[in-house]
């Protein structure tokens, strides 16, 4: 039964144009077609039911993948050290302060001597608006040239880990979670999720959680709305791509300034806080400049500014307003809880304890997209490789 | 040679009722049966056997094993790294440094969002009175909902690498180089050993030690004697399983004042510091309070107590009151020696450089009961899995 | 053809005599012959061969690869950990920061207690004058030791990667490059070779990459040349030994203040900052005396001093007076570039520009280096080895 189930998606990733995946990055949604991005889910679920059936997927005997964070991560590091293991690679850190980047050392150099061996390479650079994506894309240039001059046996696959501009595989594993909660992609027109910013009691959240969100959700034919106080926009660029995908997919972008209009009748509700881009930007200039001062007073800003949007959380009383008042509350994880992990907070307890079995779903699918990407860009005729694994059925778990 | 004792050994495995391990976790030692205790010591035992005949026992293709310490720790580290790697799992390591967890995120929520692909996890979090061992019964809870609500594909086996109560894998370890060096449990019968305490110029050491060796030893029917000064006392908690133990085994578990006593005909001494368990509650509730103040005061006031016995040292005048002068010196590494690692401390230099092959020994145990803890806890059938192995004997290294 | 080029090789390697590697450790390769020499660069090109032709090297099921490092480093640290992978060892790190090592443990202990499941250790430590390479040595015989006595299972293959005296695997990497680049060793006759010191921004720069490099080149019939400016003396013992080994080898080992003299009609030039060997004395003293005032105050003066020497760069100007203009330019990377990572450097942009591919290539060797030190260690007929990899041909990338 779970072979038919697998062999039925082999057959639907056969149907989709997913060539020019090979060889190549992730760095951003929008920059795949549509059936480049179904592919990746289809492939996200073969890998996990071929896991689930113990049928091992390693497609390397030996090899590197490497980690390369700029900011502190439990979840995403191990999601990343999953997806490696999975596929057969080894993990190696690449820590700026383990490492010599941080003396002045020219990123090409450093992506090049880091990668004689390495399969894959994921990078997580969010802190900085303009440098993430930008450093990312310096990187896979560097490797590209590494392996065209004959430095590099082979060409590392750059998985965006997360960016100051998209979080390419929360947005996914969030997708493939939305599709398997409504039973299949072709639900989900005219389906309304809320993307809506919330209080928190820190500050200077990543911008790239509710863009990576309306990036990617705004091309299945959803209404998606963008909620926030005035002053909490985000990148205009990214709005721009939303509004575009929408009406291409027959939905609709749309903003407000209301938590309240974005909840009602909603299927789906993503509160989340996030800092001001203007404000990131700001930051961003105030760390260029070594302005330590400027970037405390920024600090205190941005706290005082968030404080006055308290009721910017997600109660049960605004979840009784979602469609049939059983709206699908997401999050990246981890959540402001109210009463839990602070006073006040993204999300009332009640409502968080509610969903938090499909929250850890929604975060389980995250391993097998990375490995999707990876395996994408890796395998050149996946169906193939994939009906291999079913026919000889090597064991992941000998029991 | 060597098959012939391994098949031994496998026949012995089958004589023992093993089967509640399968599935479970190892949280404290006295709450396994005796004969489960011994079937971890067999399967340990012939675990080492295969590696020794070079054949590999790898059950995993693929999968990780977490180690989460809540302290410095290089042996303990190593040991879970090389039962890990003897099995087949990579390693991550879950830093609270490197992590968010120090970021108020609750237990449960870490716990599943790094397990998704994790086979094992090894926790070491002895620092506080009344919290580690909680903390990894609120570890194991989580995952074994995460199993059951399906967000986890498999349930990964706890191994409790050392807590406020007991050190299962130190006390295991031990214990299997006491059979090994006696040639035999069924030698132990009437066997003098004593646990005492000894001075060491740092303070603070974990009571985990002397609570694992009377909490395991008690077992054997040996005369298990706790020796310490006035004012270091244990968990009563754990004495009190100790005194009944002693008696169910037809041995004996007695306190004395004296380290003098606890030598004398001793068989085996087990010298080595610890911090009284009343002082560890009082640091545990002065943490609690972030009184800093306190904690300086109550580490001052300790470390004067412990300079009033000085005279607790492992001389050679005291190991010749032993058994024939040659009872067997045990230790879980590292020691402070006198005159070598400082200039007053808990054994004597001679002392300790006579028995240093053996405590090497000792500790040369320790990765092999994790993986057998491991081990038992996976494999349904672990007398068929080795005769498995024995037959196909795969290579661990290809000479 | 690669499979023709690959028995050629291994042809090659039965040619040499190198059974005396088998079992040993890697410190210095002056106390390798000549023959082992060009074993160890052989069976690094036939690894890499192997590798391009995408067939499994994997010696190893599994086992441990230790890496011990007592200063930053990404490079070595990253190349020792593609050697293990390569030979199929997982990396465990024992960094002294998360370890018990500075709480006073001593090394042979340390040494057995993370090596129960250890087949290589590296080690990088060449910050003290007099201390690094007796380290090793320490580290070795305590294996060696725990091996004789029962305690380790398997004798870990000990690999200098970097120490006070030697930096083996750079050097032997660099001779690689250079043997590629001239096509062959029968072509080095008569080379000459500049090793010349170069000003640097910063100060105390090891001096094992000097040392390594005219201990190594100096057996191939090139005429080395040592040059820096008065008071930045290498270790007189590595000199004694270069000038030695140019005798017998039929080539030359002569010293000059004169960085141009160096550079004139120079087949290859090496510019790279290092501090004065009597400096580096000092310090080490002061280091042992805690005297941190002394070392701030010997750090200016070698600053002051550097500051004296900022003639000693590699122009485009110097770099036409070598031969025919286009002397093979080294580095053992990360270089001081002149107006890229400082104002004023080893190196000027353009000259570094143009050898960037070179450099790159010239590192690339680093990590099969490492893996043939410690296959030649560990495999007793690396050429059958060779020969049924050829033969049964384990793909390493499963495409």
């Known amino acids: 039964m779970a072979q038919e189930r697998i062999k039925e998606l082999i057959n639907k990733l056969a149907d989709l144009k997913h060539e020019n995946m090979y060889g190549e990055d992730f760095f951003l949604t929008w920059e795949k077609t549509y059936d480049e991005i179904m592919a990746t889910f289809t492939v996200a679920d073969i890998l996990r039911a071929l896991r689930e059936e113990n049928i091992s997927t390693k ?36 820590d700026e302060g383990k490492s010599q980047i941080a003396h002045g050392e ?6 090049n001597m880091v990668s004689f061996m390495a399969d894959a390479i994921g990078i997580r650079d969010d802190m900085y608006i303009g440098k993430g994506n930008a450093y990312m894309r310096e990187v896979s240039q560097a490797l590209k040239e590494g392996y065209e001059d004959g430095n590099l046996e082979q060409r590392p696959t750059l998985v965006n880990l997360q960016c100051d501009i998209d979080h390419p595989t929360q947005a996914m594993a969030d997708m493939n979670h939305i599709i398997d909660t409504f039973g299949g992609v072709e639900n989900l027109k005219g389906k309304k999720i809320a993307m809506t910013w919330a209080y928190s009691p820190s500050y200077g ?37 939303a509004r575009k995908q929408a009406t291409e997919s027959g939905g ?45 007073k920024l600090e205190k800003e941005l706290l005082a500014q968030n404080a006055n949007h308290k009721d910017w959380e997600c ?20 959540a402001d809880i109210t ?13 968080f304890d509610r ?45």
């Open 339 to 351: 009463d839990v992990s602070c006073a006040e907070g993204e999300v009332a307890g009640s409502v």
């Open 106 to 111: 020219t990123v090409r150099e450093t992506a």
């Open 205 to 241: 959240k990543p911008l790239s959680v509710p863009q990576g969100i309306i990036g990617l959700m705004s091309r299945f034919g959803m209404e998606v709305v963008l909620a926030h106080p005035e002053g909490y926009e985000i990148m205009p660029e990214v709005e721009e791509i």
């Open 355 to 399: 969903y938090r079995v499909p929250l850890y779903k929604e975060a389980s699918h995250k391993p097998y997209i990375i490995a999707a990407m990876m395996f994408l860009s890796k395998i050149q005729d996946p169906e193939a490789k994939f009906e291999e694994f079913l026919a000889a059925a090597p064991k992941r778990f000998d029991k």
């Open 315 to 334: 109660t049960e009383e605004l979840m009784s307003t979602t469609k049939d008042g059983k709206a699908l509350y997401m999050h990246c994880l981890p």
């Open 252 to 296: 609709s972008f749309t903003k407000t300034n209301s938590m309240a209009e974005a909840f009602k009748d909603a299927d789906i509700v993503y509160p989340k806080s996030w800092a001001p881009f203007a404000a990131m930007e700001t930051r961003t200039e105030l760390y260029g400049n070594g302005d330590f001062d400027g970037i405390n």
């Open 59 to 94: 497609i390397f005997d030996s090899g590197l993948g490497i980690s390369l964070f700029r900011d502190n991560s439990t979840r995403t590091r191990f999601s990343f050290a999953s997806a490696c293991n999975l596929l057969g690679l080894a993990v190696q850190d690449l």
